[in-house]
């Protein structure tokens, strides 16, 4: 075989591994269950909140299910952090969600998990960037409530996303772990109930109001 034919070759093999293993090295996002279809995502962006990953989807009548985070180096927020926390690896997510059900959304709720059905607990490393001083947003809801300790969600709220509407939500996600997969738990219309300890302190409220008005009388 000619020699140049063959280095021609040798090199277009290369490229192609290359672009292989780049390809296999991209985190891919799938749907683990529920009334989602996935219609695009992009992981191949810096993660940035310039340029974060975006994912695109429709959530359907049931208005719950999983996203699978798969990394294909075994790591599916990347081997850095772009967000700017502490976190040994991190991505600025933007999620749009098309309603496809017959109900408005009042709330929206996105929950971690580093295990299937199984609330993500503080000590896994998997979070919504706890600690890290971020401020995530939504083009519909203008508020949102979090938990980062027995669980780690983020409840997005104050206003309406009407049947066959969209809705966006810009999150940061960071792993101290290196947990793979991980998933994201997504419930529309979800309300937000606070962790025992939020209850106790709100508790001992009312009980020192209960004891101030008795004091008054």
Known sequence: MNMKLMSHMLGALGFLALAAGGAQAASVISVQDG???????????????ANAWTINETMNTGAHGHLQFTGGNSDPLGTSNTTGTGHARGKWITKTVTNNTSADWTSFELELQSVLDVPSSQGDGLSFADGGGLVFFSDMFSTYTRQDVLRD???FSGGT???GGTVSFTFAVTDNSGNNPFWLVETANKVDIPEPATLA????ALFGLGISR???H
């Open 153 to 155: 969600y983020l409840n």
């Open 201 to 204: 302190l709100v508790g001992l």
């Open 35 to 49: 009334d989602i279809t996935l219609n695009s995502f992009d992981t191949t962006t810096a993660g940035t909140l």
């Open 214 to 216: 008795r004091r008054l």
């Open 161 to 163: 996303v009407l049947a």
